[in-house]
């Protein structure tokens, strides 16, 4: 069983702080977010593309959450189309009918544009986001939530469920296993209500075990005096070098373009029809 | 040493959780003195575990409940948990869930960022640590990753960064094999030789503890401390008998030689211990009439076909190659009780796993019978060859004990009257038919354990594999396991057991097959085993205390003496 997270490896991108790196997560997010214009967008894509290929993830490493995606954006699509399908032409103001499908369904030039960025988006946020996930240590990625002022205790709560993500995938496989020899079958040859019902037995002993572990870390925690101040600093904290500032420095830039662009655009979206 | 004042005094100290009718803790009366070196030891239950938790402020801070008398530590009555951290440094029993760095480094330096410490003090002071238990080679690797030894370290040096002139440990020999808790002692030892800290060691096994220096023994039960003197004096009371603590294994051997225990003998440790001469011949002479006639035993081998046969077995771990196995071949015969030893992480478990199914071999193949089980399912093998798991809450799924024990038939679509009859029949052989209409968590951990036994037996197998049987129980709750097992192998249920206890090894297996690094070192009767120091060293095992015993009785072939202790034992010389 592969689990999704941190792969240790030696390039640039995996000698950026967690803190520059989700910095400029966040700030590509929020500008992919505030506006539609497509030249804006490509440039955000090449950009995390750039960072993907530096930092030498593999396809075979992300390939599970890349279907889950596309589904997700296939889905979402077909979605948008179904309820709004002339969202496009509201936007743009123009209408350019490619062909007719149905009753108030058909196909315009402006609905394929818009759903083309909205597809885009996923394209500018979902790499940077994966490179965040996969190049940084999950020790420093709740000092680096920290950093974006996030309290420790918040902060700590998600690396701590992340450091234990592998443990609990370890005790279901076990339990799972215990449960099989017993006669619970989860296989797919099984119908799907008895798999339901077999995964439910075994989320059973999974919860309380489970439970009994929450109880012994926190007094272990406590113990050695974690939330006794109300901050805390981070023994895996790095000092920011010059690219760590650049990177900061970028998503800043990043944001600015992305208001720039309502400027000129006169709104959220570029409008290419008219 | 009385003229310096106590740096931890209980008196007259009663403490009653909140949820229980009575008290936890009567009438604690205790004075631990700087620089002292203290076992607490007791049974489950007895009461130590708590007198660790009022130590360290888990009580009453964290665990509310009703305290009368008082307790003083470093002079200061009790005011929070993190006061008491400044005072008394914890190691919790379970190191795994202890540590919540990422790294080792991390995860030393844990309490100092919880002090809001500057990043760059943290990774001296770290280093320093580090240096003084032997740690810092592995600063950067993940603590999970490490060996039972290295995991000691790291957790004692997130502990020993703190400065704090009381450390504390809760039952640091659980999660160990034997040699690596012999380790862990020495470097318990060491730290307190080295820093001058005080040390408290919360633990029932007595016997591995003793194996270095350790000022005092007080000793718990029921609540109450019934015991409190040097390790010689309580190692030859009968106190430790009647409250369920195994005494030291060379004791026992030297009581059923006819020895009379005094604590004039020094009996405390087996380096310590003085035997005159006329002792020594006494030993000698009970050797030899005790042991058995030859030929009596190993009457297991090669009659018929084996009810178990692996043959040539290998397995590769896809990810990092651990618990590998290279060619693996045993027979195991119908009415056996074996037991599969070694380190963490020799292979044993994995082992255990391809022969129920959980596991595919990558090579060789395990035959039941005479026949290949290739082909079988998972509940196919389950009812021939029945697996319990470790913790019994890993396995318990259902709240009822009816219905958890009858889950593997419904499973199988077995008519619900001949499901009662199975189960009640099953539920009688576990001793467990008075609580047919119990709910599951009104069970203590040892009846858990015998409900999961259960839910294995009731699907008839001929096989019954359980992976450590006895971990962490003490010696009245191991005794009654082991007990039940040897009454169902009498019963004619063949008993395979994972263990790395060798008592258990001693008294309940004849056979032991050893493994090391993926490998069967060895398939041996036990005596010639714990006989065999350099053997018992590659399988991270210890040779026993009955072996140093012999050295010091002159008595030459030492797989004698504890061939005469095991005949003993089964023709009922236990007490």
Known sequence: MKVFGYIPKDTPVHKLTGASKLILTFALSIAAMITFDTRFMLFVIVISFVLFSISGIRFSDFKAILALLILFMIVNNIAIFLFAPEQGVLIYGTRHEIMHITGRYSVTSEQLFYQLNVTLKYFAIVPVALVFFLTTEPGEFASSLNTIKAHYKVAYAVSLSLRYIPDIQRSYREISQAQQARGINISKKASIRARIAGILTILFPLVFSSLDKVELISNAMELRGFGRLNKRTWYSTRPFTVWDYIITGFSILCILLSVFTIIINGGRFYNPFV | ?575
């Not at chain 2, 106590?6 to 604690?28: G, S």
């Not at chain 2, 029945?386 to 004990?401: D, F, L, R, S």
Request: hydrophobic share 40%.
């Open chain 2, 1 to 575: 040493m009385s003229k310096t004042s106590p740096l931890i005094e209980f008196v007259d100290f009663t403490f009653q959780y909140r949820a229980q009718k009575r008290p936890t803790l009567y009438d604690i009366n205790l004075k631990i003195y700087p620089g002292e070196k203290i076992l607490i030891a007791g049974p489950s239950g007895s009461g130590k575990s708590t007198l660790g938790s009022c130590l360290n402020g888990l009580i009453p801070f964290n665990y509310t409940g009703k305290i009368n008398g008082k307790s003083t530590i470093c002079n200061q009555a009790p005011v929070s948990i993190f006061q008491l951290s400044e005072f008394v440094g914890s190691v919790l029993q379970d190191t795994d869930a202890q540590f919540v760095g990422l790294s080792s480094g991390e995860d030393i330096a844990f309490s100092l960022e919880n002090k809001a410490r500057p990043t760059v003090e943290m990774k001296e002071r770290v280093l320093e640590v580090a240096k003084l238990v032997g740690a810092s080679e592995y600063l950067s690797h993940s603590p999970q990753r490490l060996s039972g030894g290295q995991k000691q370290r790291v957790s004692m040096a997130g502990v020993l960064i703190e400065n704090s002139p009381i450390l504390l440990l809760d039952e640091p020999l659980a999660a160990l094999d034997p040699s690596t808790g012999k380790y862990a002692i020495e470097l318990i030892d060491d730290i307190a030789n080295k820093t001058g800290c005080t040390v408290i060691i919360i633990e029932h096994r007595l016997e591995d503890v003793l194996w270095r220096h350790i000022d005092r023994v007080v000793l718990f039960n029921n609540g109450r401390i019934v015991a409190d003197s040097s390790p010689d004096e309580i190692v030859a009371s009968d106190k430790l008998i009647s409250i369920g603590i195994r005494r030291p294994l060379y004791v026992s051997a030297l009581d059923r030689a006819g020895i009379e225990i005094t604590a004039e003998k020094k009996p405390g440790r087996i380096d310590t211990i003085k035997l005159t001469d006329n002792e020594k011949v006494k030993v000698q002479e009970w050797v030899h009439t005790a042991l058995p006639d030859s030929g009596a035993e190993d009457s297991i081998s090669g009659k018929n076909t084996p009810l178990l046969e692996a043959k040539n077995v290998s397995f590769v771990y896809n990810e990092n190659n651990k618990e590998a196995l290279k060619n693996i071949s045993f027979k195991l015969y119908s009415g056996e009780m074996t037991a599969i030893v070694g380190a963490n992480g020799a292979g044993k478990s994995t082992l255990a796993k391809m022969i129920v199914g959980f596991e595919e071999p990558a090579g060789g193949d395990i035959l039941y019978n005479g026949e290949s089980m290739k082909e079988l399912t998972i509940p196919e093998r389950a009812e021939r060859i029945g697996y319990v798991m470790q913790n019994p809450n890993q396995m318990i799924c259902k709240p009822m004990i009816f219905d958890e024990v009858a889950l593997g038939l419904r499973a199988r679509g077995v008519a619900e009257n001949e499901i009662a009859e199975r189960v009640e029949k099953v539920l009688d052989i576990c001793g467990l038919t008075r609580f047919i209409k119990w709910p599951i968590s009104a069970l203590s951990y040892g009846q858990k354990k015998r409900v999961t036994i259960a839910d294995a037996l009731v699907l008839e197998p001929q096989i019954i594999i359980l992976d450590e049987p006895t971990a962490g129980q003490d010696w009245r709750h191991y005794t009654d396991i082991m007990e039940f097992l040897a009454s169902l192998n009498r019963q004619g249920v063949t008993v395979l057991m994972i263990t790395h206890d060798m008592h258990l090894c001693l008294e309940y297996a004849r056979r032991a097959l050893i493994f090391s690094d993926g490998e069967l070192l060895a398939d041996k009767p036990v005596y010639e085993i714990l006989s065999d120091p350099a053997l018992a060293a590659r399988a991270n095992l210890r040779e026993t205390s009955l072996y140093e015993l012999s050295n010091i009785c002159g008595i030459e072939d030492s797989a004698s003496l504890v061939r005469a202790y095991i005949n003993n034992e089964s023709s009922g010389g236990k007490k």
